[in-house]
T-cell receptor, first 113, second 115 residues
Framework: DAKTTQPPSMDCAEGRAANLPCNHS???????VYWYRQIHSQGPQYIIH???NNETNEMASLIITEDRKSSTLILPHATLRDTAVYYC??????????????FGDGTTLTVKP | NAGVTQTPKFRVLKTGQSMTLLCAQD?????MYWYRQDPGMGLRLIHY???????AKGEVPDGYNVSRLKKQNFLLGLESAAPSQTSVYFC??????????????FGPGTRLTVL
């Protein structure tokens, strides 16, 4: 199962775009890239996911490289409320790796005024 | 639609005591999970279930047992609590869509302290 690598922390100025990288060089063809975030001590919240095409929703954009070995989560206009720990994980089609669902340490994003 | 709820929110136990954490979801999800999160760390999977009546071990199952007698409920039991089990416990549920993808929805967590 693919593991992910993320920088431990990042800062971003309020109103600017936050670009959070994730390396998943051993990802398999049937694995999706998911992003979640955890604000303070709350339960993690789903943000976005993708397989190989770039994706966008009301929260963020996900850019996946052509070789699928890395991806970037983009928060287009970061606000102070986006300060959180962001987790990048991979999940197989039809949840066939459900037993490997570990979130790792993630990236702590701090949005500064 | 309450989503995923957890009971209790907080609990303090003495070493050796037992307790059960309850997770309930009203989204008709097939999959349910129990994670633990230690201070400053990510979430680690304890046990999970892919359907009513089924359970399986995750990455850190020792010292815990689970049961999924009803589709909407997933119980996590500590038979003899130890200080090393002091943590925040999160429950999650998910479904697999027609595309085979899976999105997890998390509860608010249970903060457990074992003295």
């Amino acid at each position: 199962d693919a593991k992910t690598t993320q920088p431990p922390s990042m800062d971003c100025a309020e109103g600017r775009a936050a670009n959070l990288p994730c390396n998943h060089s051993t990802i398999s063809g049937n694995e999706y890239v998911y992003w979640y975030r955890q604000i303070h001590s709350q339960g993690p919240q789903y943000i976005i996911h993708g397989l190989k095409n770039n994706e966008t929703n009301e929260m963020a954009s996900l850019i996946i490289t052509e070789d699928r070995k890395s991806s970037t989560l983009i928060l287009p206009h970061a606000t102070l409320r986006d300060t959180a720990v962001y987790y990048c994980i991979v999940r197989a089609l039809y949840n066939t790796n459900a037993g490997k669902s570990t979130f790792g340490d993630g990236t702590t994003l701090t949005v500064k005024p | 639609n309450a989503g995923v709820t957890q009971t209790p929110k907080f609990r303090v136990l003495k070493t050796g005591q037992s307790m059960t954490l309850l997770c309930a979801q009203d989204m008709n999800h097939e999959y349910m999970y129990w994670y633990r999160q230690d201070p400053g760390m990510g979430l680690r999977l304890i046990h999970y279930s892919v359907g009513e009546g089924t359970t399986a071990k995750g990455e850190v199952p020792d010292g815990y047992n689970v049961s999924r007698l009803k589709k909407q409920n997933f119980l996590l039991g500590l038979e003899s609590a130890a200080p090393s089990q002091t943590s925040v416990y999160f429950c999650a549920s998910s479904y697999s869509s027609q595309l085979g993808t899976d999105t997890q929805y998390f509860g608010p967590g249970t903060r457990l302290t074992v003295l």
